[in-house]
């Protein structure tokens, strides 16, 4: 089956770290640019970062730029993303998302929380 | 506030027509790049409903469809029935400063 499964969500407190981890099933991943999209709680879908399929290139929004890191292990079929510093405000939910005329491919997402 | 611009919402009654607007700039849409469209339901996650301005993936309806014309695209939606109530978020890529991807605010669709 074609999927895309997040995990490493959880509760940290502000300006602690956590790496999330997406594994990719039933495609050729190391073909496909990925990306890491957020949706806070109630809030619109909001484009974190993205990298290309041999890692070689990356892009990161304002919001998260020099605290996060992408990553991807295309013998493992997996993608991360590695968050520092972590702010109230990253809290949200995180999807992975292939990207191939569009976000053709989501995950279920996982969820981060920031708090005290 | 987001790059591309939505409506909050829209409504319409079973069997009606609706649109979606999704305003941008020189820097985005009116740069000619792809404008692709999502369909959120609460508590899931979003799915590619119109792709490259106005292509439908296998499985989506025929009454769904996209365009694009100058620095904004319009999703449309016929027939409206009841199981098209969520949210629709547009998506392009802008490539002022560092350059990025972009999404719409969002829009709620509801069905009266």
């Known amino acids: 089956e074609v999927q895309l499964v997040e995990s490493g969500g959880g509760l940290v407190q502000p300006g602690g770290s956590l790496r999330l981890s997406c594994a990719a099933s039933g495609f050729t991943f190391s073909s496909y640019w990925m990306h890491w999209v957020r949706q806070a709680p109630g809030k619109g879908l909001v484009w974190v970062s993205h990298i290309n399929n041999d890692g070689s290139s990356t892009n990161f929004a304002d919001s998260v730029k020099g605290r996060f890191i992408i990553s991807r292990d295309n013998t493992k079929n997996t993608l991360y993303l590695q968050m520092n510093s972590l702010r109230a405000e990253d809290t949200a939910v995180y999807y992975c998302?292939?990207?191939?005329?569009?976000?053709?491919?989501w995950g279920r997402g996982t969820l981060v929380t920031v708090s005290s | 506030q987001s790059v591309l611009t939505q409506p909050p919402s829209v409504s319409g009654a079973p069997g009606q027509r609706v649109t979606i607007s999704c305003t941008g700039s020189?820097?985005?849409?009116?740069?000619?790049?792809?404008v692709h469209w999502y369909q959120q339901f609460p508590g899931t996650a979003p799915t590619l409903l119109i792709y490259t301005n106005n292509n439908r993936p296998s499985g989506v309806p025929d009454r769904f469809s996209g365009s694009k014309s100058g620095t904004s695209a319009s999703l449309a939606i016929t027939g409206l029935q009841a199981e098209d109530e969520a949210d629709y978020y547009c998506?392009?890529?802008?490539?002022?400063?560092?350059?990025?991807?972009?999404f719409g605010g969002g829009t709620k669709l509801t069905v009266l």
């Open positions: 998506q392009s890529y802008d490539s002022s400063l560092s350059g990025s991807w972009v």
């Open positions: 020189s820097s985005n849409i009116g740069a000619g790049y792809d």
């Open positions: 998302g292939r990207d191939y005329s569009g976000f053709d491919l």
